[in-house]
Nanobody
Framework: QVQLIESGGGLVQAGGSLRLSCATSGRSFSSSTMGWFRQAPGKEREFVAAIRWSDSYTYYTVSVLGRFTISRDNAKNTVYLQMNSLKPEDTAVYYC??????????????????????WGQGTQVTVSS
């Protein structure tokens, strides 16, 4: 059974940092794309960042470029989202998600939520002004 378990959310002041973790289990993720999405109250779930496990190809939504970094640790089967220079508008529930299997290559980008077939439970990030 595939499991994605997020951790690392919390309350932080504007300008601060948080690191979210997504621990994976249940199958091999060597052929996958791992993504982070977020959903603020009253808004649709939106793409934040993704990483293709096979070659570490990464991409981000424009609003987090230069502030957020997605990475993976093969040994720990964990994906991270380092969030720096946080802003109040980053406040949301953050979800880890996976496209498994994913045979994509090159510049293919998985940015639509309905592309992902596994989801974590979400972790709250609140940025105060």
């Amino acid at each position: 059974q595939v499991q994605l378990i997020e951790s690392g959310g919390g309350l932080v002041q504007a300008g601060g940092s948080l690191r979210l973790s997504c621990a994976t289990s249940g199958r091999s993720f060597s052929s996958s794309t791992m993504g982070w999405f977020r959903q603020a109250p009253g808004k649709e779930r939106e793409f934040v960042a993704a990483i293709r496990w096979s070659d570490s190809y990464t991409y981000y939504t424009v609003s987090v470029l230069g502030r957020f970094t997605i990475s993976r640790d093969n040994a720990k089967n964990t994906v991270y989202l380092q969030m720096n220079s946080l802003k109040p508008e980053d406040t949301a529930v953050y979800y880890c998600a996976a496209v498994v299997p994913d045979g994509s290559s090159g510049a293919v980008r998985r940015v639509r939520p309905n592309t992902y077939n596994f989801w974590g439970q979400g972790t709250q990030v609140t940025v105060s002004s």
